[in-house]
């Protein structure tokens, strides 16, 4: 039996036929990539202060490899770009965005409801459920454009 999703409707992917390009766009205009200092293992090119402070209790984006702010944000950008991202109010904005790097490795960018359009993310590990669905919807949208 494979993993399932969960019991959690803010971490689903929307369905494709709501994401239309108009909705696309806007968020990519709206929406950014700004990463946390508690998922950096390699604080790399971020500019925090203090540089990082990784807590045992949050997930790292970059326990595998270094992932600079350049990557992260066309990482971000690309997961907009297919609709990769949870459900929202009108006028409001995803608290999720997926995406997919080259080496196949799911990440998951987050909000936090103070700051709407700043994103943080880090790397989907083997035992998340989410990871194998993240994954699965990124080939099939790939593959449609």
């Not at 984006?61 to 997961?79: K, Y």
Request: aromatic share 8%; net charge positive; proline share 6%.
């Amino acid at each position: 039996m494979g993993k399932r999703e969960g019991n959690r409707p803010d971490r689903r992917i929307a369905a494709a036929v709501l994401t239309d390009s108009t909705i696309r766009g806007a968020l990519a205009s709206k929406l950014r990539y700004v990463g946390s200092g508690f998922h950096k293992l390699r604080p790399g090119d971020y500019g925090f202060t203090p540089t990082h402070n990784p807590r045992p209790s949050k997930s790292p984006c970059d326990d595998l490899r270094p992932l600079l702010l350049q990557e992260a944000t066309e990482l971000f950008r690309r997961g907009i770009e297919l609709g990769m991202f949870s459900e929202f109010s009108e006028g409001g904005v995803p608290k999720y965005v997926w995406a997919v790097d080259a080496q196949g490795e799911a990440y998951e960018a987050k909000t936090k409801p103070e700051r709407e359009t700043d994103y943080h993310g880090y790397r989907l590990s083997e035992d998340d459920g989410m990871r194998e669905v993240v994954l699965k919807e990124w080939r099939k949208r790939c593959k449609a454009i």
